[in-house]
């Protein structure tokens, strides 16, 4: 038996005459076989895929601090939001990442006129066919497609790169993420109006109102507790005769994927229903790597279509923006046509960042399971959301539509099994409403509100819990009985969902026909839109947009518990179990509930000096 330092001596002899180290590959990240996804065939050698590699950014902690005081209400830099420039500062990468990544690169022929950067340059985005990644990469790609969807990627389970790139790489997509991006969309409840366009006129109820003290007049409409309009939602949240300038700088954005887009013509048929003195008004679509804009009546998306109806008919006249980003499957296995398989998040991340002008407003109403986001990947795209909130930026996500579930509103598609390949039970957050970086926003239903059965609710498993919601999260654990889903979730986590908005039976228009339409699709853009009429009243007073709501939004929950509605029954049963309850102050439900606008706009125009107040009193 040979002696360890025998072995030794020679690993070392080995090392130091075998190929030189710049060749010696390491596997930078692998994930065990995908559930839901089956290996087809090996992907077509001239297969033009498009790698994002992102390179390190070792002042994040910098970026991050400066996030946090400028987003803090109480703090002296309170809404001095950075520049484009100071925020790229901050992320640029190390010059040695940058110099060694052009070398290899470099190495396989790829040189600067094949390549484009990031602002930062902290992003290497290159086109290259599937042949040359596989060899810079060691790996094989193939095609892979998803169980329930049929629709396919080119993937990998595993990826190398040489071992002294390992620091200077942080991680190339797409590789190894077999994540399915889902829209949050539930049910469609066409069966009440699918005659015809019919709109609100049919739903006008004889009712008197319901008397809620908090709304606009202390009432609203009786038919709003079944069917939701612009109007309804006005009342409630207390904005009734507010209106935003057109002329402070204010814009909100939609974004859209999975070749979603909005139709203009649905829109008029809404805004003449709902808003007429927005008729004729319309929004700017910006497409994204061949994001779609179809204008074809049959083809509107139903998300996209619930997204900007609603949050520019909040905000009229708020210039709006929808973003259609393309690159999302189907990818057709046998046709050798060059298909995009992106990550759309990156792709319009990598847009966005590079605008000298960013709407101060931006709903998402997309999402992945936590899970099935490679953890590099979730903290990295999480980090870029944090440079779009310093900038000044807020971040709505809907929280997911499976209660404690994965996101499926549909009980016999929920998988509450992790994939690490232990398969145990396990509650499933959604990636992004999870980053600590945005505002997740869960669902109410009926007037007065109550939570939603399937607002998405619970808590990271790859993020802990952020400071900002410390206080109110302990409180909610304290009061759960010892031993409640023990296991099932991370209770150190960051907690979702942060606030909540209605989420069922809004009235939208598809296709030249109007239905109802819920999910907490409904609720995120329609959160954004108060925010984005808090940002015009802001602007107009002089005073900088809101950018990073959480900590604010925390902060004055703690302060002015009236400024939010407190949602206090309801629950968001999902893994075969009742989920969490609503309770007063708040929860893995409805968070600390919906907005009441006038409160707010008093507290956030009038100086947050109210709120110092409030607190010490
Ligand atoms: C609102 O609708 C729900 C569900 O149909 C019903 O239980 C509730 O009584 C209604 N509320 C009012 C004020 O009518
Ligand atoms: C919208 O445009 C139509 C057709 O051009 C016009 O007849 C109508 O008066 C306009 N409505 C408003 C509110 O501007
Ligand atoms: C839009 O879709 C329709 C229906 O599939 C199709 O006939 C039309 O060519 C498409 N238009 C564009 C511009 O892609
Ligand atoms: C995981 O466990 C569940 C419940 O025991 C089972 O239905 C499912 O098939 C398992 N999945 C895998 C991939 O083993
Ligand atoms: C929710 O409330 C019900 C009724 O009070 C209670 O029995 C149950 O234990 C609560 N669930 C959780 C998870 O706290």
Redesign the pocket.
Known sequence: MRSLSAWVALALAAGVCAVPSTTVHKVKESVVSPRGWVKRAPAPADHIIELRIALPQPNFDELERHLYEVSDPFHDRYGQHLSKEEVEELVAPEAESVHLVNEWLASHGVYEDGLTRSPAKDWVHIKIPVALAEEMLRTKYHVWTHDASGSSVIRTTSYSLPEHLHDHVELIQPTTMFSHMKSLKTTFHFSHFSESAKGSASVTADAPPINIPSASGGHVDASCNATVTVTCLQQLYNAAGFTPSTTNGNQIGITGYLEQFANIQDLQSFYADQRPDALNSSFKTILINGGQN?Q?L??AGAEANLDTQFAFGLTFPTPGTFFSTGGSPPFIPDDLTPTNSNEPYLDWLAFILAQKTIPQTISTSYADDEQTVPASFAKRVCNEFAQLGARGTSLTFSSGDGGVGDGEEDPALQECFTNDGRNVTRFVPLFPPSCPFVTAVGGTIHVPETAVFFSGGGFSDLFSRPAYQNAAVTKFLNKLAPGTYKGLFNPNGRAIPDVAAQADNFLIFLGGRSGLIGGTSAAAPTFASFISLLNSARLSAGLPPLGFLNPLVYAIHAAAPDAFNDITTGNNPGCGTPGFNATEGWDAVTGVGTPNFGKLKEILTFGLGSLDLASSS
């Open positions: 179809n074809s049959a083809e």
